[in-house]
Structures are given as structure tokens and as C-alpha cells.
């Protein structure tokens, strides 16, 4: 089973492939260095196609990481992955960049926490037992100390570690597209996809363009 992997959710995106048949199962990745999600995406992801042989037919799935996280990135990786699921009429499974990170955490039958740096003094927060998503929100620093008072708390972002030394988070590595592996294969086992027709980024919260823009003027009563 052949698989696309695309995260453009953090500081830094990646592309990569897997095929289950390899004992190696990622067979490719690429970085995409800052912010340049938007103009490097589409050629990393045609690039290691073709130089490992994926045909776009042949891809059991696309996957990708939608977020929560930078907005232009999530953004970016959610319409192309859009794009080639339509384009090719291949699956598409959108991760959670929360869940990601809780993947990769043996929380020993204890809540897994997961915080990421919101911006405007904000954390993304999500609960996790096991694979199961108890709730992510959007929270203030008060509201995450409460709600992460028992378990294990991850964290990726070393700002984030330093807000929230009372809790003594967990620092792991940001999590790259290989590491949606695991993941996407059991949601294709399951056959649990998304649609490509309606699904949206993970953000959270409200874009700034919706938190500023200028409420309609109501109309004059004649």
C-alpha cells in the first residue's frame, strides 16, 4: 500500500512517501525548509514521485497533517492534498496535528496532553487516551493547567515548555509527515476517510481576517 504524507502544519513541512509492502515503510521524504510550504509543496511532492516511481493512481491515500498550526501552512497542505485526492479520485485522510504528537507518547493508560504554542497567549490543547481524542480546543494558560493536571503533558515547542514548567511537559520533536504513518494506515484499515468536498483546516480558532473584519452595517428600516 502506497501512501503520500504532507505536513505543513509546524515551523517547518515535510513530504513523504510510504509503502507498507517495505520493511522500511518511508521510502522518500523532503523537508521544506521556513515558511516556503507554499511555493516548494507541489514540486517536493512531484520530485519524490518520480524519482521513486509513485504513480498519483496507485496511492491507497493521500494524508495529511491539517492542523492545528501555522495558518498559510495548514492552508497549503490541506488544498493541495485537496487537489491531488480529487484530481487522481484517491482517498484522503487529514491527521490531527495533536494527535500526531499524542501517537508518538506511551501514556501508560494515563491522558496524554498535548499543548501547542497559539500565539496572543494561547495554547492548542488537545486529551488523548490511547488513539481516542477526548476534546482539542483552543485555551488559555489557566484553563491548560487545570485540564493537564493528571497525565502526561507533550510539548514540541521549547517556548511552550517554558510556560508551562509546573507541569513538567515532555519535550519531543515536532512531529514530520513520515510520522502520520502509523496513523494513516489504521484509519485506511478502518476505512475511515474524509471527503475531499468538505473537509477544512484543523484550526481551532478563528482566522484573523475573521476575528478583524468589520461587522455588517444593519439595514435602515423604511
Known sequence: MRLLLINTAGGEGSVALGDTALVQAIVA??????????????????????????????????????????????????????????????????????????????????????????????????????RRCLREALMAREDVIAAAASGVVVVCESKVAEGLTELHPRVVAEPSAADALPLAVERIAAKDFDDAATLDANYLRRTDAEIFAKPAMPKAVR
Not at 514540486?43 to 491515500?61: C, I, K, N, Q, T
Not at 497542505?77 to 500526531?100: F, M, N, Q, T, Y
Not at 506511551?106 to 501547542?116: I, S, T
Request: hydrophobic share 45%.
Open 29 to 130: 521524504t523532503e523537508v521544506l525548509p521556513g515558511r516556503s510550504s507554499s511555493e516548494r509543496l507541489v514540486p517536493a511532492v512531484r520530485r519524490l514521485m518520480d524519482a521513486s516511481g509513485f504513480r498519483l493512481a496507485e496511492l491507497a491515500a493521500v494524508v495529511v497533517v491539517h492542523g492545528p498550526g501555522s495558518f498559510t501552512g495548514v492552508r497549503v497542505g490541506v488544498s493541495a492534498a485537496k487537489g491531488l485526492s480529487e484530481a487522481g479520485g484517491i482517498p484522503l485522510v487529514a491527521v490531527s496535528r495533536l494527535a500526531l504528537l499524542a501517537a508518538g507518547v506511551d501514556g501508560a493508560g494515563e491522558p496524554v496532553h498535548v499543548v501547542l504554542d497559539a500565539g496572543r497567549g494561547e495554547f492548542y490543547y488537545g486529551e488523548y487516551v490511547g
